[in-house]
């Protein structure tokens, strides 16, 4: 397993920033190559990073996982993505017992 790096999964562009913090970008274009790519990177990496517009392809594994790894941290797409925002309120509350107010 991976232990300094970490993936982000997203389109082409929104991901880039994280390639030169030394992420491990994966493009990604619908739910098959979604989930397939996520299936992937679960067992290679301890912190995943997912933009919400395809983190709605794999809530249901999101969701499932029971264990502290991988830390899957969605972040929201677009200003207004009440999902991501969501999911990256319960991540941080989670995680480091931390409630973010986006109100």
Do not use: C, W
């Not at 994280?18 to 397939?36: H, M, Q």
């Not at 809530?59 to 999911?87: C, E, M, N, R, T």
């Amino acid at each position: 397993m991976i232990d300094s790096k970490f993936a982000i999964i997203g389109d082409e562009y929104l991901p880039t920033i994280f390639k030169l913090i030394g992420g491990d970008v994966y493009s990604v274009y619908g739910e098959k190559e979604t989930r397939e790519t996520f299936l992937k990177l679960v067992s290679e990496y301890k912190l995943i990073f997912i933009f919400s517009d395809y983190a709605r392809f794999v809530s249901d594994i999101i969701d499932s996982f029971k264990s502290a790894y991988p830390l899957v941290v969605v972040l929201p797409s677009h200003a207004q993505d009440d999902y991501g925002a969501q999911k990256l309120k319960e991540s941080t509350k989670n995680v480091l017992n931390l409630n973010l107010n986006f109100d």
